[in-house]
């Protein structure tokens, strides 16, 4: 992917999109543990392991991340279960 330029603290750096997207998953994973609302905390994981799919596909190295790629889609796949069962509950 594609790096863009940015400036921080004065400093010019570049970063890729994926990893901004690998940034922003962590973020999102941290603030689902934060929530004590079971439905805020699966939405606000999904967002954050799909995130983090597109950070192990377009990987900075170049090379897809077979192994956490698998895992997040697990997450995926059982946090909207639960989220269908909690709207079904509601």
């Not at 973020?27 to 934060?34: F, H």
């Not at 929530?35 to 090379?63: C, Q, W």
């Amino acid at each position: 992917m594609n790096r863009i330029e940015v400036k921080v603290a004065g400093k010019k750096t570049t970063i890729s999109l994926a990893e901004i997207l690998g940034h922003t998953s962590f973020v999102l994973v941290a603030l689902s543990y934060s929530t004590s609302n079971e439905l805020a905390l699966r939405s606000i994981a999904v967002t954050g392991s799909t995130s983090m799919l597109f950070f192990t596909y377009f990987h900075p190295h170049g090379k897809v991340l077979w192994l956490p790629f698998r895992w997040n889609c697990l997450f995926i796949l059982i946090n909207c279960t639960m989220i269908g069962k909690i709207m079904k509950e509601r």
